[in-house]
Nanobody, 126 residues
Framework: QVQLVESGGGLVQSGGSLRLSCVAS????????IGWFRQAPGKEREGVSC????????TYANSVKGRFTVSRDIGKNTVYLEITNLKFEDTAVYYC???????????????????WGKGTLVIVTS
């Protein structure tokens, strides 16, 4: 059974850094692409980053390029999202998700993902 569990969120000051983790179980990590999404209060869910199955190619939303870095540790079956220079607008619940049906390469839109974690909340304060 595919399962994803996020962690690492919290209260962070503007300008600070954070590393989110997504621990996968039920499959070997590089079998499927893993995407990171976020949803801010009152806003639609937004895809921010993705790491492809196999070659590990990464993609980023324009709004986060240069500040977000996605990586994976296959031995730990974990994907990370490093966020630097945090801004107030980064406040959101962050989710990781995967596409096990079509085994797509990144980027994968949210409607293409079939397994989701429960999310981890990031709050950026001034």
């Amino acid at each position: 059974q595919v399962q994803l569990v996020e962690s690492g969120g919290g209260l962070v000051q503007s300008g600070g850094s954070l590393r989110l983790s997504c621990v996968a179980s039920g499959f070997v990590l590089d079998t499927y692409s893993i995407g990171w999404f976020r949803q801010a209060p009152g806003k639609e869910r937004e895809g921010v980053s993705c790491i492809s199955r196999g070659d590990g190619r990464t993609t980023y939303a324009n709004s986060v390029k240069g500040r977000f870095t996605v990586s994976r540790d296959i031995g730990k079956n974990t994907v990370y999202l490093e966020i630097t220079n945090l801004k107030f607008e980064d406040t959101a619940v962050y989710y990781c998700a995967t596409d096990t049906r079509y085994e797509s390469k990144c980027p994968v839109p949210d409607y293409g993902m079939d397994s989701w974690g429960k999310g981890t909340l990031v709050i950026v304060t001034s």
